[in-house]
């Protein structure tokens, strides 16, 4: 209705512009079709579980594919590695917590979102943000 108003050159009400406080991802939004089921559930569990110590051998094994099936699968699927995929959802993770506990000590942050320690979270943020978790937190205040 509005744009009508406007294409006929009539008054339209002043815009309300909301600030958006966040997004919430739906787990339909994380879905990666993939077309090995064990592949398929072993993505999902990195997904699931990347917050913890958990090794992309150990995930393979559980669920009963080879580790190099399921790096070909996921490569020519998605166009990266699952190693790139576990570092990705670590540092985005990573980034929540720093904007959202601008308090919380950067070696907490590292083990909280699966790194382990500093030197991990540090190497992520250099590869993958080009800047250092504390510079990133600066930024996002």
């Known amino acids: 209705e509005t744009l009508d108003r406007l294409m006929r050159g009539k008054q339209v009400p002043p815009v309300t512009r909301v600030r958006v406080a966040g997004v919430i991802e739906r787990t339909s939004t994380n ?3 993939l077309p090995h089921p064990g592949v398929a559930r ?8 990347f917050r913890e110590p958990v090794s992309l051998e150990q995930l393979c094994k559980k669920n009963g594919v080879l580790l190099r099936t399921a790096q070909n ?4 699927s998605t166009g990266k590695t699952l ?3 576990l570092i990705r959802l670590r ?4 980034k929540t917590l720093l904007r959202e506990n601008p308090e ?3 070696e907490a942050v590292a083990t ?16 993958h943000c080009e800047v250092s978790p504390g510079r990133f937190r600066e930024k996002a205040k």
């Open 91 to 94: 540092t985005e993770y990573a």
């Open 83 to 85: 190693q790139a995929e």
């Open 112 to 127: 909280e979102s699966g790194f382990g320690n500093r030197v991990g979270l540090a190497r992520a943020f250099a590869k």
């Open 104 to 106: 919380m000590k950067l």
């Open 73 to 76: 699968v996921f490569k020519k």
């Open 42 to 49: 072993m993505l999902q569990d990195v997904r699931t579980h």
């Open 31 to 33: 879905t990666t079709a």
